[in-house]
């Protein structure tokens, strides 16, 4: 029997995913859940708001079973390649043949015919496509209103308001292109807006949650109570933000001003428009804005940033591109799923990696370029970190696979 997969950031995990655990455990109470799970970046173009072996232990109680780390070039990439990364690494493990996901849209058929049309970009779409983005609109925009011209009678443009909506749509799209034996699972979203800031729900977003923790109030409520004491008693679960690094940002952006151009998804009038300021802003979110522009989303400037500052070169991403699984890093998994990681490890067609020590024994040299990349990035989340709590995170190789 193979088991379900879900790709995941729980930055941090709340009652929707607690409800999406549940849901799916009822969908199928044979089957165990397992999570790729993002490293220190999210796909946001930020840092995670609590290290990884927290959330990894989060993720544990909130009902998963086994842990799978996705590396940090990949989830802070965009949502297209995000996904495809997701979608790849849980095949590989050998043991995965469902994969499930929230969205604002629970018909699999809409969802479907709207992956096939991203990947296959029919003429009609296409030559809409062309004319919008040629009219200088952001690629989000430009693809809602083609999409919108090629098909109204279809209202798929609706669909396309939610980000929750948009990665289910990826989702499917890699696992057609890549023509993966995956059947793909939608769970209709109960709660806020992904982006909604209402604390007022029983069940709210990560964003509103993320912006709680900012003001400093607390967000007991907002949590399943397992996972809320075990945030309140794990020293290292404090919260990390973009404005926690900007001073090293700052420092790359001065450093590299005649050399943005080389980072990935920098574009020319991004570049242009960093090397007009002839001060960098004193907040993050004043970045953004002084940054901000009709051609490209707030999102691709957070990533773009985070690019430059994590020496993520274009070349670099080329070489590791989201659909080349090099590896398997366990992170988590609960003492009764012990037998299905040793079935992973005869099943997974890719190396397996539980102790990191051992990683360059087994590891391809594409493979250990992605490990030491892997090493390099945590070194910066955990040297931010200790900047603001004075409290030293576990390196790659200290950090033991959690087991509850």
Known sequence: MKHVGIIAEYNPFHKGHEYQILKIKKLYPEKNIVIALSGDYVQRGEPAVFPKSVRTKCALIGGADI?????SLYSSASSEHFACAGVN??????IIDTLCFGAECDDINVLSELADIFLYEPENYQKYLKTFLSEGMSFPKARANAIKNAY?????????????NILAIDYIKAIR?????????VIKRSHNNHNSIDTDNVICSSTAIRKALSKNDTINSLLPANVSELINDDPCALPIFSDDFLSFLQSRLIEEKGALSQYYEVSEELCNTINRLSILPSSFDSLI???????????????ALLNVMLSRSKELMNEHSADKVEYIRLSGFKESASKLIKTMQETCTVPVINKPANAYKVLSSSGKALFDREVYENSIYRQMFYNKYGIILKNEYEQSVIIV
Not at 89 to 94: D, E, S
Not at 152 to 164: F, G, R, S
Request: aromatic share 8%; net charge positive.
């Open 67 to 71: 842990i799978i780390g996705m590396p």
């Open 89 to 94: 690494i849980l095949y590989k493990t050998g």
């Open 152 to 164: 109204p009678e279809k209202k798929y443009e609706d669909v396309l308001q939610y980000p929750n």
């Open 177 to 185: 292109k890549y023509n993966i034996p995956i059947t793909p699972c």
């Open 289 to 303: 804005d002084s940054l901000s522009g009709k051609h490209t989303t707030n999102a691709r400037i957070r990533r």
